[in-house]
């Protein structure tokens, strides 16, 4: 069973200054340093510039294929070429976390709408974010893989909830 994210306008947001941030840092180096005598430095600066653009194009093109799945042998989650499945005898505890958490960046990378990587949730610990919109709430998943943060759509937020605590055995335990 597949479970939808949340639209986000956060993908427009991340194009345009995504785009303002590459196109200006590009057309800069290029305009300052077209003397032959800076032709070490332009390309000292260019191979950073080129290697950060490449990592923020994996981060944007893998928010296009984020999603959750629960089939039989566990919960599966893709992000980018990222495959993730969480075994259902694994999961040991499910939790709720309602309202506005408060998330620390530890390695990660977020713009509106979009949060992906590792976090610090204050009161809980440290989780793996999948997630759209997670400042309203997610289903936070212990497991012997580690601990995750996840956020289907409206409807299929409380599917999930209940289709993991029936498949795993465990109680959902809530956190306001």
């Given amino acids: 069973m597949d479970f939808k994210l949340r639209k986000t306008p956060g993908i427009l947001f991340a194009l345009i200054v995504g785009g303002l941030i590459f196109g200006f840092s590009f057309w800069g180096i290029n305009f300052s340093l077209q003397q032959p005598q800076f032709h070490t430095l332009k390309l000292m600066l260019l191979i950073p510039a080129y290697l950060l653009l490449a990592i923020f194009g994996y981060l944007f093109l893998s928010s296009f294929n984020m999603g959750y799945r629960i089939e039989e042998d566990g919960i599966h989650i893709r992000w980018g070429i990222r495959h993730i499945v969480i075994p259902w005898n694994d999961i040991e505890a499910v939790a709720n976390i309602k309202g506005r958490s408060n998330l ?12 992906i ?20 709430g997610f289903i936070y998943i212990k ?34």
């Fill in 104 to 115: 620390y960046s530890i390695f990660g990378a977020s713009w509106p709408g979009y949060m």
């Fill in 117 to 136: 990587g590792l976090y610090m949730a204050r009161g809980i610990g440290s989780v793996r974010m999948y997630a759209t919109y997670p400042w309203e």
């Fill in 143 to 176: 497991s012997g893989k580690g601990f995750f943060g996840l956020t289907p759509a409206g409807d299929d937020y409380q599917k999930m909830l209940d289709n993991i605590s029936a498949r795993s055995g465990k109680k959902i335990k809530v956190v306001d």
